[in-house]
């Protein structure tokens, strides 16, 4: 087994090829991902594991690393995801504009609200800027950047009062969902489709969780077994709802009605709680990977998958980056192509290739780098988007 191996990042790096996946509309392979067989989706884990890795890195390798040095890096790692947050925003809109002048047709340029930056321009690329304008399917970086900028907050409440962590962002979730507060976007009126305000409490409890020794994160393991009990039919439950569309009727629910909605914007309640019973139940798949990875027979297939799948989680914003530009061209070629079985294998075997090439290029380049070996470099425990 790979030496770097380890459940975090092997799972990091299903969500990031399942993202890619659910991003290309009508694919045949997405009608398999995890969005169609539950309320959560990978949107969901990618911010909880975000919020994992935040106390790896804020903990070290022994003793917890000063705050100052935490705040500093998380700052800095906020500035790194909004750098590459208006790259491949600027390449996607690039992207669109050589196909629409290659195709000529001028519909692609109103594709995933792009319309704003052709036909309006100068308000538009401030609201680019300021992240208050963004393009479908290009919106989960920003809410990565403004949860890096929350992040400080919580590891200090973390630091001085741990008690008091999830009950504060506890509150300020129950306060957003009650008022239906978020963040507006700018200079076409709305708001953002991930709202950080409420989706910070799931990347809370990714950080909680992960504290093995105190609060819920040692009561879980404590009581792990009682948890996938409980979580069982709750995933079925969720299974059932997706794949029978049992949604309930949003004018049938009382009000506040965000308490009771399976809504993604808001990461309302059902799907936390739908998601983190995925997350008992799943929890104990990794060691049976693990295992089957050291067997003659399985050896082969299972190492690869998980040595593949890790290493795109360890450079998940390189990859994540690459993705999100591969997901929008393999829309362009199912536009022209019309989509087929073939042609979808062929997006798909081509879009994994690219991406895996691209975290073996970013796990060359970090084994060049002075403690790069590290299992808690920067690039392995910081919370990537």
């Given amino acids: ?162 008690p008091l962590l999830l009950p504060v962002s506890f509150t300020l979730y129950v306060f957003v969902l009650a008022f239906r507060l978020t963040l507006p976007t700018w200079p076409v009126a709305g708001t953002w489709f991930f709202n950080p305000l409420a989706w910070q409490f799931i990347f809370v409890l990714g950080f909680a969780l992960a504290d093995g020794e105190n609060g819920v994160g040692a009561f879980a393991r404590k009581h792990i077994g009682i948890l996938r009990l409980i979580g069982v039919p709750i995933v079925i439950a969720g299974i059932l709802i997706a794949r029978l569309d049992l949604w309930p009727d949003p004018t049938g629910v009382p009000s506040p009605k965000l308490f009771f909605l399976a809504d993604k914007t808001f990461n309302t309640p059902v799907r936390i709680i739908q998601f983190l019973s995925l997350v008992a139940v799943f929890s104990a798949a990794w060691p049976y990977l693990t295992r089957a990875a050291k067997r003659p027979l399985l050896r082969a297939p299972f190492r690869g998958l998980i040595e593949l799948l890790s290493m795109l989680g360890r450079h998940s914003l390189y990859v994540f980056c690459v993705g999100s530009l591969l997901s929008l061209s393999a829309q362009v070629v199912r536009l022209v192509y019309h989509g087929s079985f073939a042609s979808d294998t062929l997006v798909v075997s081509v879009g994994i290739f690219v991406m895996a090439l691209t975290a073996w290029f970013a796990e060359a380049r970090s084994r060049g780098r002075p403690g790069s070996a590290a299992s808690l470099s920067p690039e392995r425990s910081s919370p990537q988007a």
Avoid: C
């Fill in 1 to 162: 087994m790979a030496r770097t191996a380890n459940a975090v990042d092997f799972w990091r790096g299903f969500a990031l090829i399942t993202i890619f996946i659910d991003h290309i509309p009508g694919l045949f392979y997405a009608s398999y991902t995890l969005i169609n067989f539950s309320i959560s989706d990978a949107a969901d884990l990618f911010v909880f594991l975000a919020g994992w890795s935040l106390r790896l890195m804020a903990q070290g390798r022994g003793e917890p690393k000063p705050i100052g040095q935490v705040m500093l890096r998380l700052f800095g790692r906020a500035l790194q995801i909004y750098a590459a947050q208006i790259l491949i925003t600027m390449l996607a809109i690039a992207l669109l504009a050589v196909t629409a002048i290659e195709l000529d047709n001028p519909l692609l340029l109103q594709w995933h609200n792009a319309d704003a930056v052709f036909n309006d321009p100068v308000p538009t690329l401030i609201g680019l800027a300021l992240l208050t304008h963004q393009l479908g399917y290009f919106d989960i970086l920003p809410l990565y950047v403004v949860l890096m900028l929350m992040a400080p907050f919580f590891a200090l409440i973390d630091r001085v009062a741990k």
